[in-house]
């Protein structure tokens, strides 16, 4: 009787278990083309609705095609897809509410919104996070609202971390720019 209960117990979760496989595909997926190489990204739509939906418009609207990585700071971050190789800034949608109170933490290898002072001002640009910048979360903040985090790189880091090594000036821009070819959804299997 317990081996049929046992067997029984295992089965379930046999069952079960393509189920959660399925439901962890259910996050959008994209990836970033840069002239570095690909990073790969996993948006978390469920705790970033707001974020996931802005991104995925202006991926959708091949926004980032021909954008650069205009700023990198090696031990924080690296910035991009506000300007064109020429440094011609790109027009953007109205800013987005700010979710970075979603639980997210800016840990390394997050993607987060670039934003200005206004809490409620990020539009198109983003950053991944090279290192752990928990100053940046919600919780830490020194203006109490944060920078949202929307998703973690989840094959390409070696990428990232090509760009966060390249040369720059004192500006922190790159040397020789860093082109986003493209950003593109990966279609569910």
Do not use: C, W
Request: positive net charge; glycine residues 6%.
């Amino acid at each position: 009787m317990q081996r049929l209960v046992l067997l029984a117990l295992i089965a379930g979760f046999v069952a079960v278990t393509p189920n959660l496989a399925q439901d962890k595909q259910k996050d959008p997926v994209v990836v970033i083309d840069t002239s570095k190489g690909k990073i790969t990204v996993e948006l978390f739509e469920e705790k970033a609705p707001i974020t996931v939906k802005n991104f995925l418009r202006y991926v959708d609207a091949k926004h980032y095609d021909n954008t650069i990585f205009h700023r990198v700071i090696a031990d924080f971050m690296i910035q991009g897809v506000g300007y064109d190789p020429n440094f011609k800034e790109k027009e953007t949608y109205q800013g987005i509410k700010n979710e970075a109170g979603n639980g997210l933490l800016n840990k390394r290898g997050t993607i987060a919104m670039a934003r200005t002072k206004d809490p409620d001002s990020a539009t198109a640009q983003f950053f991944i996070n090279t290192v752990d910048n928990s100053f940046l979360d919600r919780a830490n903040a020194k203006d109490k609202f944060g920078y949202a985090v929307f998703g973690q790189v989840i094959d390409g880091m070696d990428v990232v971390d090509a760009i966060r090594r390249v040369r720059t000036s004192g500006k922190d821009v790159p040397v020789e720019p860093i082109v986003i070819r493209s950003v593109r959804r990966v279609e569910k299997k």
